[in-house]
Every structure is written in structure tokens, then in C-alpha cells.
């Protein structure tokens, strides 16, 4: 039985050829292409509130803003968000555009979401991936 | 087998190599000093029968690793394996439904004279496999030495995808794109240039691949379901990162869960791969076959550190989960000859007999090789030889290309 290719030529690796190519021109393909924006309602105090308190058409009272950021998801309702992001008026259909946000409505906190993986196990392990 | 010290050194070889994708050639090791991963000029030889022998005990090997998965599954010894519970309903799924699996790779300690034996089985994440697959196959072809290589790994690969795609197509209706991931932290380029040259195998063999990083892949907490930064689902996604790693993730629990729901992500290599990518392997191995005559020729004692003989004295000593030699410590009569630092352990150690590596020595010093032998599709499928200075094969050994039956040059 043969134990090696069947053609004895040079291999067509195209993919790997044009990666290193780009690799020792230090060219990065594939890095981060922005950090996973995701947005949340909060009370004046920078509690999170139920998102209907930041759809542009409700009429109660209070002051409610918009926060837009690289937070995790699934923050509970109640609790604190953390510091960071940027403040949006949710009245300002202006601004919520420019945030990314739809120009009106409710907006659901963070529907998703990257960085789940590689949280840095690996680099506290102190090897690479591979084995 | 033999080590040839004089072989061809091909002009430009260095610049030749990182064009070919080995761009982590250049190590830096402590010290500071910058050193070639891939060694051009020497290399190693075997005839063809010694190459059919060992392509036989790969097979047999690959066999028995299956044996020991049918055994833990069976017997319910994922506690014993230090397998997360978490895991265990979906290791049992794939177990039996044989997901797409591409390859895996033994670490074999081989001298030359008697059988092979199995080191470790990096059945998960292997890497090393740009410079098997491509660079020893390109210097082969270029120098001209030897008939032939152990290297049938491309052609291999590429119907290994075939089969497997074909298969999942089938299955689901569905014309999967393969997304190919590896992790940013990752910086050498080993890990990238090995997606890179799996995406040119799964074009070769007619589907569309897709590269991205692990940190970029979204979960969709609406629809539990995983998706690139361009918002395409992840039919099938090859992941150059290990399981036990990714379990500990924020998204672990929504990928067990997404992958055992119909139209779930298919992640390769499969969640089973844990069976056999932990040291536990070794002493289940060794309990199953170590007294078979023909069979436990190819292993090398092997215990949990808990049932050890009290007599032995002289072992290695692996954590269960390590990688590139960390942790791993030679104690001989009671001491402590070597030991790699790292941060593995907690999990547990097995304990394995001490077998030193064959020395086939040069001018320039000893050189202690571990055969690196390639099993795609669960086929026998080509060589890599690492060699190492010392006794313990880490990420600052030697790449050494290998032939078969080279005549050397008449003067």
C-alpha cells in the first residue's frame, strides 16, 4: 500500500501560502474586528431597568437613558451597570442611529454577543492550543 | 531507523519555508537567543518494511484507543477520566453518532529495534502538522533524497473532508460551510498557519471555508445558536482549541447544549475527543491490553497516580490535562531527574513507566526523537519526528523531515 501522496509534486496550498504571506508582512487577518457593542436601560442612578423604559414612545415619568457598550450580556434588571459606554437620550433618534441603535421602538439589551470563548484559560496555562 | 547528519542544504531554505507557511520557525528560546524550529540538513531514514510496521501498529493502536472509549462509556469512568460531568451526556451522543472527526496525532517513543510505543495520543488539538504535511514534503520533493516519505497526510485530509461533509450533507440536507477557528492568543502562527492549510484541504475538497478567531464566535442568546462576526450560522465549525478549555468558557454550557439540538453546531473535532486527549487514556489503555502479548507490546505501563505500585520508584509523571511537556516531571529511584514547569496538576497525574528516549547522537550532541504519527480519518496517514535535546519533548524541540530508504550519493 502506498504510503505517501499520490502525486509527487508540490502541494496546492493556496490559503496557507497567501496567510503566510500576510503573516511575516505582519499583516493580522482574523483579529478583532471590534469588540461586541451591547446596549442597556438605566435609570438615572445607572440601574438597569426593564427596556420598555427606554422605547421612545413612553409617556411615564422618570429619566431613563440609553447605554451603549462593550458590557456583558444577560445583566440582570436591578442590578448596576457597570462603568463605561456612551449615554444616549432614548428621544434622540439622531443619536440612537449613530450608536447603531434602530431609530426608534424598545431596544433589547444585548441579543448577541461574542468573547464567550477563548476567555483566557489558555494564556493562564501558559501553552498554546495546539498539542 | 537512522539519523542522517549531512544530508542536502538547500539554498534559501530558510526564507523557502515561512513562504511555504512555517512562519514560527524562528524560536526564541530563554535566554533570548533565536533559533530554527525546523532542522535542514539532517534528517532521519527508515526502510519500507519499517514504515509498514509501524503503519501497522498505528492501526492497531487507533483500535485499541477505540476499545478504551467503548470502555469508559460503558463502564461510566468519567469521574475517574477527571471528565467535566457537563460534558458526559454529549461525549456519550457522539460516541455513538461519529460526528466529522479529521485527525489526531501519537506520540510514539521508537529506537529502531523494538516495537513503538505509545506516549501520548494528542487526539484533540495536534498541531505540527504544516511542517509534517507540507515543509517535509516539499523538502522531500526539492532534495531528492530518499524513494519515499510517511506522508500521505494531504491527499488523506482532503477525503477525510470529503467523506465527513458528504456524510453531514446528507444527513441534514444542508450544504455545510466549514468555519476553521483558532485563538488570538495564540501568536506564533502555528496555530493560524495550521487553520490556513486545513481551509486549503476543505476547498480541495469542494466545500467553502471560512477563517475566524474563537473570541469572534457569537452566541445568539435569543435563538441559543452560534454565529460568525458576519452573521453567518456555524454549521460546522474545525476548532484549533481544546475541549477541556472550552468547557470552562462563558459559552461552554450553550455549546454542549446548541450541539445536541437538531441544526446545532457540528464542532470538530467532536466532544468525545476528551476520551482520549487525557493522560487518563493511558493507564485505561494499559489496564485493557498491558498483559495481551501482541498488543501491550506497543504501551508502556501506566497507572493512575493513586494506583501505582508502591514499588515504583522510577515513572513519569504526567498531569492529565497538560500540553507541550508542562508539568511533566522524570522521577528516577525516588528523584525528581527533570520537570517542566507550568500549571497543570490540579486535576490529577498519571503516573508512566520511564522509558528514555533513544539517543541517536550527532557532532553536535544527543538527539532524542518522538515520532509523531498521523492518523486521519482514522487511518494511518504519514510522520513528523520531533527531537529534543533532553529527555522531555517540549515546545522548544527540533522539527527533523525523515525519508525512506535514502541511498546516500556515491562519491
Same mark, same amino acid.
Given at each position: 500500500?502506498?504510503?505517501? *501522496?499520490?502525486?509527487?509534486?508540490?502541494?496546492?496550498t493556496t490559503v496557507l501560502a497567501t496567510a503566510a504571506t500576510g503573516f511575516m508582512a505582519?499583516c493580522g487577518a482574523g483579529?478583532?474586528?471590534?469588540?461586541?457593542?451591547?446596549?442597556?436601560?438605566?435609570?438615572?442612578?445607572? *440601574?438597569?431597568?426593564?427596556?420598555?423604559?427606554?422605547?421612545?414612545?413612553? *409617556?411615564?415619568?422618570?429619566?431613563?437613558?440609553?447605554?451603549?457598550?462593550?458590557?456583558?450580556?444577560?445583566?440582570?434588571?436591578?442590578?448596576?451597570?457597570?462603568?463605561?459606554?456612551?449615554?444616549?437620550?432614548?428621544?434622540?433618534?439622531?443619536?440612537?442611529?449613530?450608536?447603531?441603535?434602530?431609530?426608534?421602538?424598545?431596544?433589547?439589551?444585548?441579543?448577541?454577543?461574542?468573547?464567550?470563548?477563548?476567555?483566557?484559560?489558555?494564556?493562564?496555562?501558559?501553552?498554546?492550543?495546539?498539542? | 531507523?537512522?539519523?542522517?547528519?549531512?544530508?542536502?542544504?538547500?539554498?534559501?531554505?530558510?526564507?523557502?519555508?515561512e513562504a511555504q507557511g512555517l512562519v514560527?520557525? =524562528?524560536?526564541?528560546?530563554?535566554?533570548?537567543?533565536?533559533?530554527?524550529?525546523?532542522?535542514?540538513?539532517?534528517?532521519?531514514?527508515?526502510?519500507?518494511?519499517?514504515?509498514?510496521?509501524?503503519?501497522?501498529?498505528?492501526?492497531?493502536?487507533?483500535?485499541?484507543?477505540?476499545?478504551?472509549?467503548?470502555?469508559?462509556?460503558?463502564?461510566?469512568?468519567?469521574?475517574?477520566?477527571?471528565?467535566?460531568?457537563?460534558?458526559?451526556?454529549?461525549?456519550?451522543?457522539?460516541?455513538?453518532?461519529?460526528?466529522?472527526?479529521?485527525? @489526531?496525532?501519537?506520540?510514539?517513543?521508537?529506537?529502531?529495534?523494538?516495537?513503538?510505543?505509545?506516549?501520548?495520543?494528542?487526539?484533540?488539538?495536534?498541531?505540527?502538522?504544516v511542517?509534517?504535511?507540507?515543509?517535509?514534503?516539499?523538502?522531500?520533493?526539492?532534495?531528492?533524497?530518499?524513494?519515499?516519505?510517511?506522508?500521505?497526510?494531504?491527499?488523506?485530509?482532503?477525503?477525510?473532508?470529503?467523506?465527513?461533509?458528504? =456524510?453531514?450533507?446528507?444527513?441534514?440536507?444542508?450544504?455545510?460551510?466549514?468555519?476553521l477557528?483558532w485563538?488570538?492568543?495564540?501568536?506564533?502562527g502555528e496555530d493560524r498557519m495550521t487553520v490556513a492549510y486545513l481551509m486549503d484541504?476543505?476547498?480541495? @475538497?469542494?466545500?467553502?471555508a471560512?477563517e475566524?478567531?474563537?473570541?469572534?464566535?457569537?452566541?445568539?442568546?435569543?435563538?441559543?445558536?452560534?454565529?460568525?462576526?458576519?452573521?453567518?450560522?456555524?454549521?460546522?465549525?474545525?476548532?484549533?482549541?481544546?475541549?477541556?478549555?472550552?468547557?470552562?468558557?462563558?459559552?461552554?454550557?450553550?455549546?454542549?447544549?446548541?450541539?445536541?439540538?437538531?441544526?446545532?453546531?457540528?464542532?470538530?473535532?467532536?466532544?468525545?475527543?476528551?476520551?482520549?486527549?487525557? =493522560?487518563?487514556?493511558?493507564?485505561?489503555?494499559?489496564?485493557?491490553?498491558?498483559?495481551?502479548?501482541?498488543?501491550?507490546?506497543?504501551?508502556?505501563?501506566?497507572?493512575?497516580?493513586?494506583?501505582?505500585?508502591?514499588?515504583?520508584?522510577?515513572?513519569?509523571?504526567?498531569?492529565?490535562?497538560?500540553?507541550?511537556? @508542562?508539568?511533566?516531571?522524570?522521577?528516577?529511584?525516588?528523584?525528581?531527574?527533570?520537570?517542566?514547569?507550568?500549571?497543570?496538576?490540579?486535576?490529577?497525574?498519571?503516573?508512566?513507566?520511564?522509558?528514555?528516549?533513544?539517543?541517536?547522537?550527532?557532532?553536535?550532541?544527543?538527539?532524542?526523537?518522538?515520532?509523531?504519527?498521523?492518523?486521519?480519518?482514522?487511518?494511518?496517514?504519514?510522520?513528523?519526528?520531533?527531537?529534543?535535546?533532553?529527555?522531555?519533548?517540549?515546545?522548544?524541540?527540533?522539527?527533523?523531515?525523515?525519508?525512506?530508504?535514502?541511498?546516500?550519493?556515491? @562519491?
Amino acid at each position: 500500500m502506498a504510503v505517501s *501522496n499520490r502525486i509527487r509534486a508540490a502541494l496546492t496550498t493556496t490559503v496557507l501560502a497567501t496567510a503566510a504571506t500576510g503573516f511575516m508582512a505582519g499583516c493580522g487577518a482574523g483579529e478583532d474586528e471590534g469588540e461586541e457593542q451591547v446596549a442597556y436601560c438605566t435609570d438615572a442612578d445607572g *440601574n438597569i431597568v426593564d427596556d420598555d423604559y427606554c422605547d421612545d414612545s413612553y *409617556n411615564g415619568g422618570g429619566l431613563f437613558f440609553l447605554y451603549i457598550g462593550g458590557f456583558r450580556s444577560g445583566l440582570p434588571v436591578g442590578s448596576r451597570l457597570p462603568s463605561g459606554g456612551t449615554r444616549i437620550d432614548p428621544r434622540d433618534s439622531a443619536a440612537r442611529q449613530r450608536a447603531g441603535l434602530p431609530a426608534s421602538g424598545k431596544v433589547t439589551g444585548g441579543t448577541r454577543v461574542s468573547g464567550g470563548i477563548g476567555s483566557g484559560v489558555g494564556g493562564r496555562a501558559g501553552t498554546g492550543a495546539g498539542s | 531507523m537512522r539519523r542522517i547528519e549531512s544530508g542536502v542544504v538547500r539554498p534559501g531554505w530558510e526564507a523557502e519555508i515561512e513562504a511555504q507557511g512555517l512562519v514560527y520557525n =524562528k524560536t526564541q528560546v530563554p535566554g533570548g537567543e533565536v533559533r530554527s524550529y525546523w532542522r535542514e540538513g539532517p534528517f532521519y531514514d527508515f526502510s519500507m518494511d519499517e514504515v509498514q510496521m509501524l503503519e501497522g501498529a498505528v492501526a492497531q493502536l487507533f483500535e485499541m484507543c477505540v476499545a478504551a472509549g467503548d470502555h469508559v462509556v460503558d463502564n461510566d469512568l468519567f469521574d475517574r477520566m477527571r471528565i467535566p460531568p457537563m460534558a458526559r451526556p454529549q461525549i456519550r451522543r457522539t460516541w455513538e453518532s461519529e460526528p466529522p472527526s479529521i485527525y @489526531a496525532r501519537f506520540d510514539l517513543r521508537y529506537d529502531g529495534q523494538g516495537p513503538p510505543q505509545l506516549l501520548e495520543f494528542n487526539a484533540d488539538t495536534p498541531t505540527g502538522l504544516v511542517e509534517s504535511a507540507v515543509t517535509q514534503w516539499n523538502w522531500h520533493l526539492f532534495t531528492g533524497q530518499g524513494r519515499d516519505q510517511w506522508n500521505a497526510l494531504h491527499d488523506k485530509l482532503v477525503a477525510a473532508w470529503t467523506r465527513n461533509l458528504v =456524510k453531514w450533507e446528507r444527513r441534514t440536507g444542508v450544504r455545510p460551510r466549514v468555519h476553521l477557528a483558532w485563538t488570538s492568543e495564540e501568536t506564533s502562527g502555528e496555530d493560524r498557519m495550521t487553520v490556513a492549510y486545513l481551509m486549503d484541504t476543505v476547498v480541495q @475538497a469542494g466545500y467553502e471555508a471560512i477563517e475566524l478567531v474563537v473570541e469572534d464566535i457569537v452566541l445568539d442568546d435569543g435563538d441559543g445558536r452560534f454565529y460568525d462576526a458576519q452573521g453567518r450560522h456555524l454549521d460546522l465549525v474545525f476548532k484549533l482549541y481544546p475541549w477541556e478549555w472550552l468547557l470552562e468558557d462563558e459559552f461552554g454550557p450553550a455549546v454542549l447544549a446548541d450541539s445536541a439540538r437538531p441544526g446545532g453546531t457540528t464542532w470538530v473535532e467532536p466532544v468525545y475527543k476528551m476520551l482520549w486527549s487525557t =493522560k487518563a487514556l493511558l493507564p485505561v489503555l494499559w489496564q485493557l491490553f498491558g498483559t495481551d502479548p501482541a498488543l501491550g507490546r506497543y504501551l508502556l505501563p501506566a497507572y493512575f497516580a493513586d494506583e501505582a505500585p508502591t514499588s515504583w520508584r522510577s515513572y513519569v509523571r504526567k498531569p492529565l490535562w497538560g500540553r507541550e511537556g @508542562a508539568n511533566v516531571a522524570i522521577v528516577r529511584e525516588g528523584e525528581v531527574l527533570a520537570e517542566l514547569p507550568g500549571r497543570y496538576g490540579t486535576e490529577g497525574y498519571v503516573l508512566q513507566e520511564f522509558a528514555p528516549l533513544p539517543d541517536f547522537a550527532g557532532v553536535d550532541g544527543p538527539h532524542h526523537p518522538v515520532l509523531g504519527a498521523w492518523v486521519v480519518d482514522g487511518e494511518p496517514a504519514g510522520l513528523g519526528i520531533r527531537e529534543s535535546d533532553g529527555l522531555i519533548t517540549d515546545n522548544l524541540s527540533y522539527f527533523v523531515p525523515h525519508t525512506i530508504d535514502y541511498q546516500p550519493p556515491r @562519491a
